[in-house]
Nanobody, 132 residues
Framework: VQLQASGGGLVQPGGSLRLSCTAS????????VGWFRQAPGKEREWVLC????????YYADSMKGRFTVSSDNAKNTVYVQMNSLKPEDTAVYYC??????????????????????????WGQGTLVTVSS
């Protein structure tokens, strides 16, 4: 069971990046798939969540309108298109799944509480740096 996040890099403010999260050993569309980020000196926070079972999406407020999540079940991959990037988006971005609860319920609870306990299979993360 493994997740691989990729696609990070250096981008100027206002620029765009697309991150990918590819799973091996299990099928993403069975679970809630979350994206999280951790900036230097800060706690890990949730960015968005997609329910693998029905595609319902949830975004943290600061990401709404700028980030868009999508999935390709054939590739067992979830993508995050990040637009209008800001310096404060600089962080290591991780994807993870919660395999305990029904996907939509878990995403909804994550959106309501921000609590990331229960998400596992964390990948190594991909660094996004937004700087001029």
């Amino acid at each position: 069971v493994q997740l691989q996040a990729s696609g990070g890099g250096l981008v100027q403010p206002g620029g765009s990046l697309r991150l990918s999260c590819t799973a091996s050993g299990f099928t993403l569309d069975d679970y809630a798939v979350g994206w999280f980020r951790q900036a230097p000196g800060k706690e890990r926070e949730w960015v968005l969540c997609i329910s693998g079972s029905d595609g319902t999406t949830y975004y943290a407020d600061s990401m709404k309108g700028r980030f868009t999540v999508s999935s390709d079940n054939a590739k067992n991959t979830v993508y995050v298109q990040m637009n209008s990037l800001k310096p404060e988006d600089t962080a290591v971005y991780y994807c993870a799944v919660d395999r305990r609860l029904t996907p939509r319920s878990r995403c909804r609870s994550l959106a309501m509480t921000g609590r990331i306990g229960g998400f596992d299979a964390w990948g190594q993360g991909t660094l996004v740096t937004v700087s001029s």
